[in-house]
């Protein structure tokens, strides 16, 4: 069982809905991630927040909108996405940004229309 | 710049194989090096992890060793079962390259009955 719980587990939207990925943890961590997976690749890195603050934002598309609204959620908006945006979406949790390891949800598998 | 490179799949195999999964990485500095593995439709799961040099890490009757003569962390177990088919990912963080997971492409291992 994953401690990272992502809501939906998948989603279906057009290009000119708005919608929101969440993310949830409670073991204490203070830094959050979101990922970008695309099929028989590996995850790549979107946002990091390091104690509710952006940190890293990896030159994503504004069309998506990170959000920390306490130290146990994480959230992903968005908004007219394109096609090319359908992928793996996953969030992950480390105690702090340093070399701790990073644990996963199983992600929301998000398709456009 | 820092990475990491895999075996590329599909590794095919019996029942009570031998599985050897080869990551080599570069790096400008001491890494911490994980492996994580990917079961079909879920995210992804630490499957173990290393800090420093020589260190062995271990689960699920998979070991790999820190060889930074080597700059090497290859994965192995004795006798994979059906249930070990997966993606594999050898990972790194470096704490001067800003703490980011840098991911190999992933091996996919497939474990006949």
């Known amino acids: 069982d994953t401690e990272v719980t992502q809501t939906p587990k998948h989603l279906v939207m057009g290009m000119t809905n708005k919608k929101s990925l969440k993310c949830e943890q409670h073991m204490g961590h203070r830094a959050m991630y979101w990922y970008k997976q695309k099929a028989k690749k590996p995850p790549e890195l979107m946002f990091v927040?390091?104690?509710?603050?952006?940190?890293i934002n990896e030159s994503v598309p504004s069309r998506f909108s990170p959000e920390c609204p306490n130290s146990s959620l994480l959230n992903l908006h968005l908004h007219a996405l394109q096609p090319e945006d359908s992928a793996l979406y996953l969030c992950?949790?480390?105690?702090?940004?340093?070399?701790?390891?990073?644990?996963f949800g199983d992600g929301t598998r998000l398709s456009i229309l | 710049g820092n990475s990491v490179t895999q075996m590329e799949g599909p590794v095919t195999l019996s029942e009570e194989a031998f599985l050897t999964i080869n990551c080599t990485y570069t790096?400008?500095?001491?890494?911490?090096l994980f492996w994580y593995v990917q079961y079909p439709g879920e995210g992804l799961q630490l499957l173990l992890k290393?800090?420093?040099?020589?260190d062995k890490g271990s689960n699920k009757g998979f070991e790999a060793t820190y060889r930074k003569e080597t700059t090497s962390f290859h994965l192995e177990k004795g006798s994979v079962q059906v249930s070990d088919s997966a993606v594999y990912f050898c990972a790194l963080i470096l704490q001067a390259a800003g703490n980011k997971l840098t991911f190999g492409g992933g091996t996919r291992v497939l474990v006949k009955p």
């Open positions: 290393a800090t420093k040099a020589d």
């Open positions: 927040y390091s104690y509710e603050k952006l940190s």
């Open positions: 790096a400008t500095g001491y890494p911490s």
């Open positions: 992950a949790s480390s105690q702090q940004v340093s070399n701790q390891p990073q644990h």
